[in-house]
Nanobody
């Protein structure tokens, strides 16, 4: 059974940085689409970034390009989301998701993923 555990959320001021981690168990990360989503109060969950772990190809939402970086550490079975230049509108619950054996063909769609973490809260104050 694949399990995902997020960590690294917190409260920061605008312009600050956070690094989220997603620890994966039950799978080797050899070939999967790993995504980060977020959901702000009253809004739908949206895809933020994804990485195809087979080649390391990355995908980003326009709203975070140039500020966020997704990466993987296969030895630690962990996927990271480095978030820089944070804005108040980045405030949300952030979720890690896995599409085991997936290729990130539709990475921003929730339906692509079959495993989800519990989420970690990110709050950015102005």
């Amino acid at each position: 059974q694949v399990q995902l555990v997020e960590s690294g959320g917190g409260s920061v001021q605008a312009g600050g940085s956070l690094r989220l981690s997603c620890a994966v168990s039950g799978y080797t990360l050899s070939s999967a689409c790993m995504g980060w989503f977020r959901q702000a109060p009253g809004k739908e969950r949206e895809g933020v970034a994804a990485i195809y772990t087979g080649f390391g190809r990355q995908y980003y939402a326009d709203s975070v390009k140039g500020r966020f970086t997704i990466s993987q550490d296969n030895a630690k079975k962990t996927v990271y989301l480095q978030m820089n230049s944070l804005k108040p509108e980045d405030t949300a619950m952030y979720y890690c998701a896995a599409d085991v054996y997936g290729y990130c063909g539709t990475w921003s769609r929730e339906a692509e993923y079959n495993y989800w973490g519990q989420g970690t809260q990110v709050t950015v104050s102005s």
